[in-house]
């Protein structure tokens, strides 16, 4: 079977990958509802297409955080990806360096941060996670920062995990043959098996639930590189986010995976774009599955999207050319749905171009 979207890997994923493996990249948190909500808030906004433009030319060029990239449609941290294929974190850089854009590495991949960058030239983030001991995250960012890593995406709303029902009932745990490689040498990389989820386990023994606004700021004495933070969903944390140093915001709920009943990403993204008052990019990260989704994030103010879900499900299927499908769709849709929006460049992409479910209710003059 030809496939035609990037929905389509999640079936073949199923198939192909033990049902542990495959529940723990798919499932969310507790009803799910968020899980859901991340996908139909997208199918709420509509356009507003122009017409006679002529759209022989698309640009879809961008910059994010001063570096240049091919389109707007970055990879998102996903842990554990040789659970999805033995090329992992890999195949996964590889696609995203083709592509010409930027991964993020999780803090808990299978790979470590040398190992990435051992993969050829890329631009490429790290996603980190706050350990209680200090010390192992002042390593980790060094190491990243030495291994080339442009950027820090911090992840915020993970004190404590989110309740993963599925976990719980698989007893969730890293497959003996796998280690979370960037913690390796401090005897951190290995996940115990417990009488629930062993992940739930590893974050309430080893992530720092104290973390605070003040971390954001020590995190800047130790690194030169841009901070984003990873995990904002209101207009009051996004003030507080800028005020502490913030290089740019991603609006995410962790793929609905921490607190159920949070809204959409999609949903919450224009009170974080109008929040942050153009001083720093906002990005969205959660239920990115087709162009159309990317141009609705953009017209709302998105300065990029990341994509998660998709990476794994690809990366299970086909290793690094089903990352590499999965980009290249997803590129084809968005430049085929600004042609059909009257759009050539990603400045041209306006508020005007959608309509959302709130500007329903509320007389909008739009001339």
Known sequence: MEITNVMEYKAIAKQKLPKMVYDYYASGAEDQWTLKENREAFSRILFRPRILIDVSRIDMATTVLGFKISMPIMIAPTAMQKMAHPEGEYATARAASAAGTIMTLSSWATSSVEEVASTGPGIRFFQLYVYKDRNVVAQLVRRAERAGFKAIALTVDTPRLGRREADIKNRFTLPPFLTLK??????????????????ASYVAGQIDRSLSWKDVKWLQTITSMPILVKGVLTAEDTRLAIQNGAAGIIVSNHGARQLDYVP???????EVVRAARGQVPVFLDGGVRRGTDVFKALALGASGVFIGRPVVFSLAAEGEAGVRRVLQMLRDEFELTMALSGCTSLKEITRSHIVTEADLHRPVSRL
């Open 264 to 270: 959409a990403t999609i949903t919450a993204l224009e």
């Open 182 to 199: 960037n913690f390796e040498g401090l005897d951190l990389g290995r996940m115990d098996g417990t009488n629930d989820s062993g992940l």
